[in-house]
């Protein structure tokens, strides 16, 4: 251990002791070290895990499954540039390279044991409609990012100007609401749709629901009654109600402006869903990328326990006691799934879990645990105080109710847009000012591509159903690049558990990489769609059973991306003996002609 | 429905399968002395679900047969051109995933995963291999653990926890860099309390965790899956 251990900058035991020393609350618990020690040392993960009574093998194994939690040194200012196809369509690949040249770093490169900076990507941040996007010390965002502010950035990093004191405009995160139907427009007063549950009695409430014809928002359409009745139903003592504020899926974020804009309806959502099925117990769980939202959420459950509208007898009701605590995740979308969210709030690593049982009859800590979207929330929100034949008649038969879209790409004017299901693609495309379009990414990398001859079809259950993404291409874009950015991202994102997808995915990034560098065939585009099959057919959940989605989504539709790069319709080796002398030639600092295998065909 | 019913019964490609209330396909069908390849799952502990190489057919849905509840009247489909093509290529990522050099390993005979691969007719990688950079931990003085053919299953995480109450293993890391950790300051074996008379010491179903100085005692053409392939051999420990 040098000198200057990091650990005597902090007392890891009045962080444990602020959470009772309780073993679920490891993720937390790291998260809290690390924002004060910058990294985790194993002497911090040897005391916590001592003080939990875990092994100091499964603190391990717990910080390295989250991209934000770091075993080993990295920058002070550790600056993480959003890595979205939006965000590199605004230019974000050369404002890196731009950061990274004025502070002498290399992309992804830690040099020495306590460096200045280190500059790396992550997935998608959420600030789409204002990118591109970066993250400072896993806590603050910067946004509508361009030369300048780099330049100004590297000069504060430099001078060691702390991150608070950076210009506060460049943090400003914009709740852009382009178009507002009955969510996103009237948010209902404050404690009025609890007040009308109580009327109706959880029961009354139930079928309300039911009646709705509500289904989830968060990807898998699930009708939102009968989830809760299934947990009301279920044997085991005990209730958890879990709002998924995950939303990773990379284009979406509808719920970072809810929260930010809507949060009481959401908490009201939730409480609402305790009364139905009779939980004490909330949890939000909050994604690592919008850590800057979460002062202003306490203050709002703050706010609600002074009214009474949480803590014990809400409402006056005896016996009617809930209340929410918010889970910071850690940089993993995975987590999103709702299993994976469930071991990641015990404390665990977010391996997604086998079932049955569902968290309807086995969730958190084994009770009975409804999740649901932040948006799903909302609208339960709404249908407790308008009623159910209110919610039923907007949308179409299958798809009751509104959904929010969050528009990005090329297009005059991103943001979220609110419409009722069955609202065609053009439509939404006529509304954000896209012009040219060639493409929409609908509900994010693991959706839909939709082109020019489907822009007719609607956004529903039954047509395009979509997670909320909107992702707009014009036709300079390729949508090869498109493809292989999500590919990417479903590696990069893969929990590792199951074969198919921790190894599938890393093959598939390698087989589209070795496209975009010209050196494909046939072949390759056999092999691709093989592991898609593989990665539909076996994987354990839904990360690695749509991971081939881009590649399939966009091949049947803009095959010439793919066939203008296939160089031979022979076979071409996977392996590039040029490229493995590269660190030959890093070690000499050589790349002149002669350093370089000479180049086949 | 009562546990010793033996009305109780699935349909495995075209056999009836009787199962007790509780079970999983594959438990059922393994007690039946019938087949279903599989790495991660072993009778004495509870399933995993991660390598997928137990995959069947149920209807439209493809499932992992070890945590496929068993249910009476349930059509399963294991011995078909289709999933044995889907073994053959799950096989095949974990080879290139590790780094087996079967010739020269010591579990060569005795190995599930080249059993296994034999059982679905391997005969190369297919896929390009990683050749990843793994450690040997040679630091303990009756074990060795070589950690390039380990293969994820978690068995010795869980042998080691639930029959040893040791703990002595954990995964790590994510995505293709998952890895096994040993629980010890140093993070190397002999550092830890594990000893070769440990369940963990002999559960490991590939070649990463063996006892030293016993190189080659039963030569390599009279092991385990050398004597019978392993759709015949007894489940267990190697
Ligand atoms: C890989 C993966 C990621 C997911 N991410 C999210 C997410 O970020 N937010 C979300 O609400 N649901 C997500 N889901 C869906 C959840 O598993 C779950 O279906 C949802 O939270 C249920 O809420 P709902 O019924 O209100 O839609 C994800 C699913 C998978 C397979
Ligand atoms: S499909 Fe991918 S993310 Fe899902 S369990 Fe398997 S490895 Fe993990
Ligand atoms: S060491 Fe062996 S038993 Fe342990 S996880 Fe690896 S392959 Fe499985």
């Known amino acids: 251990m040098p000198a200057t251990s990091p650990i005597s900058r902090c007392d890891p035991q009045a962080v444990i002791i602020r959470h009772g020393s309780d073993p679920h609350a490891l993720v937390q618990i790291l998260r809290e070290l690390q924002a004060e020690l910058g990294w985790l040392p194993r002497e911090a993960l040897t005391r916590v895990a001592t003080a939990l009574g875990l092994t100091l093998a499964e603190v391990e194994g717990v910080a390295g499954f989250y991209r934000f939690l770091h075993l080993r040194p990295v920058g002070r200012y550790r600056v993480l540039f959003s890595d979205n196809i939006t965000d590199r369509m605004l230019g974000s690949e050369a404002l890196l390279q731009a950061l990274c040249r004025q502070l002498g770093v290399v992309p992804g490169a830690i040099v020495g044991d306590d460096p200045l900076v280190s500059v790396d990507r992550c997935s998608c941040t959420g600030l789409c409609d204002q990118g591109p996007a970066l993250l400072v010390n896993h806590h603050q965002v910067v946004t509508r990012l361009d030369a300048t502010r780099v330049a100004q950035m590297a000069e504060l990093i430099r001078t060691r100007v702390p991150v608070p004191a950076w210009p506060a405009e460049w943090s400003l995160v914009e709740d852009r609401i382009e178009r507002a139907d009955v969510l996103l427009a009237s948010p209902p007063a404050q404690g009025a749709a609890l007040a009308a549950a109580i009327a109706r009695g959880p029961q009354g409430l139930l079928v309300e629901i039911e009646r709705s014809g509500l289904r989830g928002r968060g990807g898998a359409g699930f009708g939102t009654g009968r989830k809760w009745a299934l947990c009301r139903k279920a044997a085991g003592t005990g209730r958890v109600v879990v709002c998924n504020a995950d939303e990773g899926e990379p284009g979406t974020f509808k719920d970072r402006v809810l929260l930010s804009r809507h949060a009481d309806a959401v908490f009201e959502g939730m409480t609402l869903a305790a009364f139905a099925i009779g939980a004490r117990t909330g949890f939000v769980y909050l994604r690592g990328e919008y850590r800057f939202l979460l002062e202003q959420l306490e203050a709002v459950l703050q706010q609600r326990r002074a009214a009474g509208l949480l803590g014990s007898s809400i409402c006056g009701v005896a016996g009617f006691d809930f209340d929410i605590v918010i889970h910071l995740g850690a940089g993993a979308y995975v987590c999103g799934e709702e299993s994976s969210l469930l071991e990641s709030l015990e404390g665990k690593r977010g391996n997604p879990r086998v079932r049955p049982p569902y968290p309807t009859e086995s969730g958190y800590l084994g009770q009975p645990t409804i999740v649901n979207n932040v948006e799903t929330f909302c609208a339960v929100t709404a249908i407790t105080l308008r009623g159910a034949a209110w919610w039923a008649a907007i949308g179409t038969a299958q798809s009751s109710g509104t959904r929010i879209h969050s528009v990005s790409g090329d297009c005059a004017r991103p943001g979220l847009y609110e419409y009722p299901f069955g609202t065609s693609i053009r439509r939404i495309l006529e509304d954000c000012g896209a012009a040219d379009t060639q493409a929409v990414q609908v509900g994010g990398p693991s959706g839909v591509c939709v082109a020019v001859n489907e822009f007719d079809r609607s956004i529903a259950f039954e047509d395009v159903p979509s997670a909320g993404a909107f992702m707009v291409f014009d036709r300079q874009r390729d949508m090869f690049e498109v493809a292989r950015s999500f590919t990417h991202f479903f590696a990069h994102e893969s929990c590792g558990f199951c074969t198919p997808c921790r190894v599938g995915t890393a093959l598939l990034v390698r087989r589209m990489d070795k496209l975009a560098a010209g050196h494909g065939s046939p072949h390759d585009l056999d092999a691709l769609f093989e592991i898609d099959r593989l990665l539909r057919g076996s994987s354990h959940c839904g990360l690695g059973a749509t991971a081939g989605n881009p590649l399939r989504e966009t091949f049947n539709r803009f095959r010439p991306a793919y066939e203008r790069r296939l160089r031979s319709l022979h076979l071409i080796p996977g392996f590039d003996l040029d490229a493995e002398v590269s660190i030959a030639r890093q070690v000499t600092g050589r790349d002149d002609p002669a350093a370089h295998l000479e180049q086949q065909g | ?238």
């Open chain 2, 1 to 238: 429905m009562s546990s010793a019913d033996a009305a109780d019964v699935f349909h495995l490609d075209g056999h009836d399968v009787p199962f007790t209330t509780g079970e999983t396909v594959l438990a059922a069908t393994s007690r039946a002395g019938r087949y279903i390849p599989h790495l991660c799952w072993h009778p004495d502990f509870a399933p995993h679900g991660s390598c997928r190489v137990c995959t069947v057919r149920v209807g439209a849905r493809l499932v992992p047969a070890c945590t496929l509840p068993a249910a009476t009247g349930l059509v399963v489909e294991s011995d078909t051109a289709e999933l044995r093509h889907l073994r053959l290529r799950l096989l095949q990522l974990l080879f290139v995933e590790g780094n087996h050099f079967c010739p020269s390993c010591e579990k060569s005979g005795d190995c599930q995963l080249q059993a296994t691969a034999y059982a679905v007719d391997m005969t190369g990688p297919h896929f390009e291999e990683f050749y990843p950079a793994r450690p040997v931990d040679a630091s303990h003085p009756d074990i060795l653990l070589d950690l390039n053919r380990c293969i994820l299953c978690s068995l010795c995480v869980r042998a080691s926890r639930e029959v040893d109450g040791k703990s002595v293993f954990a995964l790590g890391g994510h995505g293709i860099d998952t890895h096994l950790l040993i629980d010890s300051p140093s993070g190397r074996l002999v550092d830890t309390d594990f000893a070769p008379t440990d369940r963990a010491a002999s559960i490991c179903p590939v070649g990463v965790i063996l006892p030293k100085r016993r190189g080659f005692a039963v030569p390599i053409g009279e092991r385990r899956f050398d004597q019978q392939p392993i759709s015949a051999a007894e489940e267990g420990d190697p």
